[in-house]
């Protein structure tokens, strides 16, 4: 991989002639590909949207793999509607800008949790269990350094609120994909009481020194069941310094509260993303590593304001060590 060469690379130029060569040498590494991770609505003290979108977005190397590099000359466009429930709204009405928030950087050992919503209505959203899958496509690409823990929710392990702590943490991917197969689909969602379980597992955790502790949260519903309500679970993740990456299935107005799930990724410093469909949702964890492993912001401010339930779609260009990348985006107010 790409990025673990670089890094006795620059130790060696550090020795040779310091910032100027590393610079030279961050430069020279020049991605394959990019991707858009997911991205956060920021909100106001109401819930109502500001119009600041950040963009998560990774630059890939020739194997697929996150690289760290500068992002220069960002430019957004609003190509299509803006679509408000009962309206639609003429695109050319609203304006955007972008501007370079954050620089991708590598995260060499994550320590993460992969925290699974296994409620009976995964049957009808994700019958053939596609979720197990892209858990362990996510597995399949961790490093001997890193250490997952998989977790589901409803579950009743004792000691927990309201989940079933499948694999505690490890790097041993055989054990860590057996565990995705025990992913069930009955019961409810206590969404935000397994949300304060995966903290407390975080807690009494004595390994991962050094590392970026998160949590993937996946769901495809909304809060049904359990004690804890959003604003604890918010301000409990808030304090934790773990960072929340929130994943949704099925329609941001109809299955899940996409407005929660962002200001959790927003708040703890993750990136939220959904897909309507389970034959989406490989694709959309290998994005969800990326943003873990490497990835910079690019903040989008529109105006006017979008209400909130609108969707907005567009384009993002930037380059990547001088490499120029195109991508769409569409995001949900």
Same mark, same amino acid.
């Given at each position: ?52 979108? $950040?963009?998560?977005?990774?630059? !890939? %190397? ?6 760290? +590099? @500068?992002?220069?000359?960002? /430019? #957004? ?115 935000? $009481?397994?949300?304060?379980?995966? !903290? %407390? ?6 390994? +991962? @020194?050094?590392?970026?502790? /998160? #949590? ?118």
């Amino acid at each position: 991989m790409k990025r673990f060469f670089a890094l006795p690379l620059l130790a060696c130029l550090t020795l040779l002639g310091g910032c100027e060569q590393i610079q030279d040498a961050i430069d020279y590494i020049r991605p394959s590909d990019a991707t858009l991770n997911g991205y956060t609505v920021e909100r106001d003290a109401s819930g109502n949207p500001t119009g600041r979108v $950040d963009l998560n977005v990774s630059a !890939l %190397d020739a194997g697929g793999e996150p690289i760290a +590099g @500068e992002i220069t000359n960002p /430019v #957004v466009t609003v190509n299509d509607p803006i679509v408000v429930p009962g309206t639609v709204s003429a695109a050319q009405r609203y304006s955007a800008k972008a501007t370079v928030a954050f620089n991708i950087e590598i995260q060499e050992i994550i320590n993460g949790i992969l925290d699974i919503d296994q409620s009976g209505s995964m049957q009808r959203t994700d019958p053939a269990r596609q979720r197990v899958d892209a858990a362990q496509s996510f597995i399949g690409r961790i490093t001997d350094q890193d250490r997952l823990a998989v977790m589901t929710f409803r579950g009743a392990d004792p000691g927990f609120r309201a989940s079933a702590l499948l694999q505690d943490f490890t790097g041993d991917q055989a054990a860590l994909n057996a565990a995705a197969e025990r992913v069930g689909q009955a019961g409810g969602t206590p969404i935000w $009481d397994s949300v304060l379980d995966t !903290l %407390d597992v975080h807690d009494r955790d004595e390994g +991962g @020194e050094g590392s970026s502790r /998160v #949590v993937v949260l996946f769901t495809d519903g909304q809060r049904d069941g359990g004690t804890v309500d959003f604003s604890e679970a918010l301000s409990t993740a808030d304090a934790s310094g773990v960072k929340f990456f929130t994943v949704g299935l099925g329609s941001a107005e109809e299955d899940f509260d996409a407005a929660e799930l962002q200001e959790l990724a927003e708040t703890t410093g993750g990136t939220f993303a959904n897909v309507e469909d389970a034959d989406g949702l490989e694709e959309l964890f290998n994005r969800v590593f990326n943003a873990i492993r490497a990835s910079g912001v690019i903040t989008v401010n529109i105006s006017p304001i979008p209400p909130a339930g609108s969707l907005v779609t567009g384009r993002i260009s930037f380059d990547v060590n001088g490499e120029t990348f195109d991508l769409p985006y569409a995001v949900q107010f």
